[in-house]
């Protein structure tokens, strides 16, 4: 198994520019996450699904949209970038249960100019 | 709200000492905890959990931690440190009447062992 994949694994973007972080795994994990992780702020969570088809918003989801509509992949939307938005983002993805650990990728590096 | 909150931003530990990361937490109810070691340009990887049962978890790579509730903690221990232990460590908390994927991350303590 490949895990957890994300691509690119680095991306410079101008400031107003969309693009879309690719997420995906083949475990078939029904959960599934991205966080972003800030200096000295640790990882915050931005969108996760439960499943195909279900997303729900995390703590800080403004600026980022996603979709799930397979269990496979779980894409992340920038619609129009920001220096604020200038992160590392991390996917990650779980079996369905109670305390499971998750499985995060490996992450991408994006700059926003 | 759920929170963690781990008060060391660096460890430093020479090579063969025992080491203690140090994490609190508050939730409304039991907690699932976490901890994720993250090696220089990597993602997290998963060290260990305490769910239920013994207060006393042992996890990957030698390492193991303890959950408090009275004190609301989940330290982090080795009795013996590597130096490739350095990297950076997360805490993280779920909240088990949340019926969601809501994990909190602390903001992270890097520990630096040395030879």
């Known amino acids: 198994n490949a895990g957890v994949t994300q691509t690119p694994k680095f991306q410079v973007l101008k400031t107003g520019q969309s693009m879309t972080l690719q997420c995906a795994q083949d475990m078939n994990h029904e959960y599934m996450s991205w966080y972003r992780q800030d200096p000295g702020m640790g990882l915050r969570l931005i969108h996760y699904s439960v499943g195909a088809g279900i997303t729900d918003q995390g703590e800080v989801p403004n600026g980022y949209n996603v979709s799930r509509s397979t269990t496979e992949d779980f894409p992340l939307r920038l619609l129009s970038a920001a220096p604020s938005q200038t992160s590392v983002y991390f996917c990650?993805?779980?079996?369905?249960?109670?305390?499971?650990?998750?499985?995060f990728g490996p992450g991408t590096r994006l700059t926003v100019t | 709200a759920q929170s963690v909150a781990q008060p060391e931003d660096q460890v430093n530990v020479a090579e063969g000492n025992p080491l203690t990361v140090k994490c609190t937490y508050s939730?409304?109810?039991?907690?699932?905890l976490f901890w994720y070691v993250q090696y220089p340009n990597r993602g997290l990887q998963f060290l260990l959990k305490?769910?239920?049962?013994?207060?006393l978890v042992k996890g990957s790579y030698g390492f193991e931690a303890e959950f408090n509730k009275s004190q609301t903690s989940f330290h982090l221990k080795k009795p013996s440190a590597l130096v490739s232990d350095s990297a950076l460590y997360f805490c993280a908390v779920r909240d088990i009447h949340y019926n969601t994927d809501k994990l909190i991350f602390g903001t992270g303590t890097r520990l630096q062992v040395f030879p």
């Open positions: 939730v409304s109810g039991n907690p699932y």
């Open positions: 305490y769910i239920t049962g013994d207060n």
């Open positions: 990650a993805s779980r079996p369905p249960g109670t305390g499971i650990e998750q499985y």
